[in-house]
Every structure is written in structure tokens, then in C-alpha cells.
């Protein structure tokens, strides 16, 4: 009974499949802003402000650091299905993927959390005259929220280390 138990337990991270799969969905999105985003600024370039350059430019690498958060978490959904033996022969296929513990993946999420809402940030900042003030205090608030979490979660792991 407790064979059986313990190889349905490892045999449920497959329903996480289908939420992986979802994300490959959600990146496809994102690229498809990227390049529609990427069309607005091209087609509009000549009547853009230094502003609306540097606007363009922002909502460009927005998505691009929300693609990466989200390839992020699709490649540690290889490790967690556990599907690609790493073998020589697999070697072009998964050396991208590196050996990233959930350690090194908390810390990932949070970094490119902070840098998004950095970049959400600088983006009022650049249009600060019409930004009603009260999101502006809130985009701050978060940003800074996501920056100590980063900071406890860092050294949490560090004081975690020094105990092993």
C-alpha cells in the first residue's frame, strides 16, 4: 500500500504538465505584444517625443523581462516533470537549463520581479505630470516590498547555508 501510495505521489507532478503548458501559451502572448508593441514604436517613430521614445523603449523591455520571468518558471517545470535525461547526446538540448535549485529559483523570481516593477516605475516616472500620484506611492511601495523580500529571501538562504 505504501508503494503504491508513494508512486501516485510522484506520479501527480504530472498534472502540473497542463500549467506549464498554459505558460508556453502566456510566452507566446508576450512575444506577440513584444513585436505588436515593437510595430506601434517603428510606424510612430517620427512623430515620437524623446519621451515617447524612451516610453517605447521601456514597454519593450517590460515584456521582455516578463518573457523571461515566465521561461523562468517553464524551465523549472522541466526539472520538476523530470522528462529530459541529461545525457551527452542531450547536451545541446538542455545545457541552456543549467542546475538551478528552488534556492536559486526563488531568488531568479524575485529578481526579475523587481526589475519589472523597476521598469513600471522608471515608466511613471517618465510621465510623472500625468501619473495620478496616489499609483505612483503604490508602485514604490511595491517595488520596495519586492526588494527587502528579495533580501530576506537571500539571506535566509545565506543563514540557511552556514547551518549545513
Do not use: C
Amino acid at each position: 500500500m505504501g508503494k503504491l501510495l508513494a508512486q501516485v505521489l510522484i506520479a501527480s507532478r504530472w498534472l502540473m504538465a497542463p500549467l506549464y503548458l498554459g505558460l508556453i501559451a502566456a510566452l507566446i502572448v508576450v512575444v506577440v505584444e513584444f513585436f505588436r508593441e515593437l510595430f506601434h514604436a517603428i510606424a510612430g517613430f517620427i512623430t515620437l517625443t524623446a519621451d515617447g521614445t524612451i516610453l517605447a523603449v521601456l514597454k519593450l523591455v517590460d515584456l521582455v523581462l516578463i518573457g523571461n520571468l515566465v521561461l523562468i518558471m517553464i524551465v523549472a517545470g522541466i526539472g520538476t516533470l523530470g522528462t529530459i535525461a541529461r545525457s551527452d547526446d542531450d547536451a545541446p538540448l538542455t545545457q541552456f537549463m543549467g542546475k538551478v535549485d528552488f534556492s536559486g529559483l526563488k531568488l531568479k523570481v524575485i529578481v526579475s520581479l523587481v526589475a519589472i516593477a523597476a521598469v513600471d516605475l522608471l515608466e511613471s516616472f517618465v510621465e510623472v505630470s500625468s501619473t495620478n500620484k496616489t499609483d505612483l506611492f503604490w508602485q514604490i511601495a511595491i517595488l520596495a516590498t519586492f526588494v527587502v523580500s528579495g533580501v530576506l529571501l537571500a539571506w535566509m538562504d545565506r543563514l540557511h547555508e552556514t547551518h549545513e
